[in-house]
């Protein structure tokens, strides 16, 4: 069982190829990875999931993402899903490095409490407890 705070670092700096934080995290539900692709790297395989669903989200530089018959060109700032049954490959075809943050997701069992919108929309504002004290200026 993980700690209920579980601190993890990445150098990111140092950082090539790609870093899976799941098992430093001790993540249950999610996966959390970070990817450093130099010009004309790639990841070496294609790869798709069961029930995971996947977002890539640019840092740094340009990525090419092929997904089945698409290819999809994502800058600094862009953000995509990919769902599970996709088959994805990720690729740096430009001339700087590339930063990509990855995560992926198991869906909630279907009829429980956590339904889709439920997983998003299941944060509870305390405002009982004040404002916090970065806020208060």
């Known amino acids: 069982m993980a700690e209920k705070l579980q601190r993890a670092h990445v150098d990111l700096d140092q950082l090539r190829g790609i870093e899976f934080c799941w098992k430093a995290l001790g993540l249950e539900g999610h996966g959390v990875s970070f990817m450093r692709l130099m ?37 600094r700032g862009d953000a995509v899903r990919v769902a599970p049954e996709v088959v994805r490959t990720l ?21 429980s409490f956590r339904s889709r919108v439920a997983l998003i929309s299941d944060g509870k504002r305390r405002k009982d407890l004040g404002v916090p004290e970065w806020s208060a200026g």
């Open 91 to 111: 690729g740096n075809q430009g001339s700087e490095p590339c930063l990509i943050l990855c995560t992926g997701a198991l869906p909630a069992p279907e009829g």
């Open 39 to 75: 010009p004309g790297e790639g990841q070496p395989f294609w790869h798709s999931h069961e029930a995971q669903e996947e977002a890539y989200f640019v840092l740094e530089g340009e990525a090419t993402l092929r997904a089945d018959d698409q290819e999809m060109v994502l800058g």
